[in-house]
């Protein structure tokens, strides 16, 4: 079992990214922790915010306050959602934040069922919960809760291996052919890729490139594969070598074999769906390249973006290592182009995409109005002392997914209170 812990200053970005995929039926609320109750078991962004907004705006210096744990059992392992339930609250009360407000979502997106878990990282104080020596203790966690509950424990040999083979690849290693080789017979076994310009992206992120090379021999067209070592400037810094040095499985015809046999696995069983909503919700919560980049590879996505000498964006490759398939952006459809996302970044175009998006979310929020204006807060939660008309403009007004461009009514309710409550602070002293 894998725990991966992040960390951020944008919470409806987070719940937004949990609940689209709830909506889209590929994730389930499974258990909530210091969250409101509704009257029907459904929950939104603005309600489960609610919940939060007590501790963030007690906080006093924390810069992160935001917490998204994604917790991966092996494959192997047939996790039931009671067991999911306990594992969870386990894990967060080990990790120091069992008194935290958290909601648990299992996502089945992949094949690989897992669940997320939202919080907060401060208390109801303000004061930042410790998280020292985080990834030594939540490994000891892991470990306790596997040999508990029954589930596989990754061997030695296995993390070893899985590590010199994820490694990328270093230009002034003595023994760059056999890293190299490491790679290039392993990524054909468990990715799916359907060109060699897929190819290539996927390879790259373990600096490595391919090219291919045509020539005659006794009269007949030959074609095969070379490869070189990337430094950090992407530029090609060692001698080639010869893809039949890496054996059958790394040459020419094998590599078309494959290409074919990805085409027709992915025609068989499309699963764009999942990575599409999953790059929606990023392109709709973040307004630069960078911010983008490092929310879907929190996600397990890597981003490969090609531009010319005038910084023009002419390609971009998704590499989703949950699915394990390289998705070239056309693929995925045309909203998700290298020219959509070069106008985006560069001259601050809004998408059709994020256009589709927006008016969903108006949509959304408008036939919710009526709902959040009956809803009332459960008994345990009066100590927030929430003023429900307030609130439920606020909900009525607020983005159900944060706009890139407009204005956030939710964020400024938000702001205006950490301000009145500075004032207030001052005038006590």
Same mark, same amino acid.
């Given at each position: 079992?894998?725990?991966?812990?992040?960390?951020?200053?944008?919470?409806?970005?987070?719940?937004?990214?949990n609940q689209l995929?709830?909506?889209?039926?590929?994730?389930?609320?499974?258990?909530?922790?210091?969250?409101?109750?509704?009257?029907?078991?459904h929950y939104s962004v603005a309600q489960m915010?609610?919940?939060f907004e007590p501790y963030l705006l007690a906080n006093r210096k924390t810069?992160?306050?935001?917490?998204?744990?994604?917790?991966?059992?092996?494959?192997?392992?047939?996790?039931?959602?009671? $067991?999911?339930?306990?594992?969870?609250?386990?894990?967060?009360? $080990?990790?120091?934040?069992?008194?935290?407000?958290?909601?648990?979502?299992?996502?089945?997106?992949?094949?690989?069922?897992?669940?997320?878990?939202?919080s907060v990282c401060v208390d109801e104080e303000g004061r930042k919960i410790s998280d020292s020596y985080e990834r030594m203790r939540s490994?000891?966690?892991?470990?306790?809760?596997?040999?508990?509950?029954?589930?596989?424990?990754?061997?030695e040999n296995k993390q070893q291996q899985n590590k010199k083979t994820f490694n990328p690849v270093d230009y002034k290693t003595n023994d760059l052919k056999s890293h190299?080789?490491?790679v290039v017979r392993y990524l054909p076994k468990y990715y799916q890729f359907q060109s060699l310009g897929e190819y290539n992206a996927l390879l790259s992120l373990f600096n490595i490139t391919v090219e291919e090379v045509k020539?005659?021999?006794?009269?007949?067209?030959?074609?095969?594969?070379?490869?070189?070592?990337?430094?950090?400037?992407?530029?090609?810094?060692?001698?080639?070598?010869?893809?039949?040095?890496?054996?059958?499985?790394a040459g020419y015809q094998q590599l078309?074999?494959?290409?074919?046999?990805?085409?027709?696995?992915?025609?068989?069983?499309?699963?764009?769906?999942?990575?599409?909503?999953?790059?929606?919700?990023?392109?709709?919560?973040?307004?630069?390249?960078?911010?983008?980049?490092?929310?879907?590879?929190?996600?397990?996505?890597?981003?490969?973006?090609?531009?010319?000498?005038?910084?023009?964006?002419?390609?971009?490759?998704?590499?989703?290592?949950?699915? $394990?398939?390289?998705?070239?952006?056309?693929?995925?459809?045309?909203?998700f182009s290298a020219n959509i996302f070069n106008d985006h970044w560069n001259h601050n175009i809004k998408s059709e995409m994020e256009e589709a998006v927006s008016l969903q979310t108006k949509i959304a929020q408008s036939n919710n109005i009526e709902v959040l204006s009956v809803e009332k807060l459960h008994h345990l939660f009066d100590f927030l002392n929430l003023d429900k008309h307030e609130d439920g403009l606020i909900e009525a007004l607020g983005s159900l997914l944060p706009e890139a461009k407009g204005e956030d009514y939710e964020e400024i309710d938000f702001t205006n209170k950490i301000k009145k409550k500075r004032k207030h602070n001052r005038g006590q002293k």
């Open positions: 079992m894998v725990a991966k812990i992040g960390r951020g200053q944008n919470l409806k970005g987070v719940l937004s990214y995929k709830v909506e889209k039926e590929n994730a389930e609320v499974l258990f909530t922790h210091k969250i409101l109750e509704t009257s029907d078991g915010f609610r919940s810069e992160k306050t935001v917490l998204h744990i994604s917790i991966n059992p092996d494959p192997k392992d047939n996790v039931s959602d009671e $067991k999911f339930n306990v594992i969870a609250q386990e894990y967060m009360q $080990k990790m120091g934040y069992g008194k935290q407000p958290f909601v648990v979502f299992k996502h089945t997106d992949i094949e690989r069922t897992h669940i997320h878990i939202v490994m000891d966690v892991c470990r306790d809760l596997e040999k508990k509950y029954g589930l596989i424990i990754p061997t190299i080789a490491s020539g005659e021999l006794h009269g007949k067209s030959k074609n095969g594969l070379v490869y070189f070592a990337l430094n950090e400037s992407e530029e090609k810094t060692s001698n080639p070598f010869k893809a039949s040095l890496f054996g059958k499985t078309q074999n494959h290409f074919e046999e990805s085409k027709t696995v992915l025609k068989q069983n499309d699963k764009r769906q999942p990575i599409k909503t999953t790059i929606e919700t990023a392109l709709q919560s973040t307004t630069n390249e960078q911010d983008f980049k490092k929310q879907l590879t929190e996600r397990g996505i890597s981003i490969v973006v090609r531009r010319n000498d005038t910084e023009r964006i002419y390609g971009i490759t998704f590499v989703d290592h949950n699915s $394990k398939i390289v998705w070239n952006g056309s693929r995925l459809g045309k909203e």
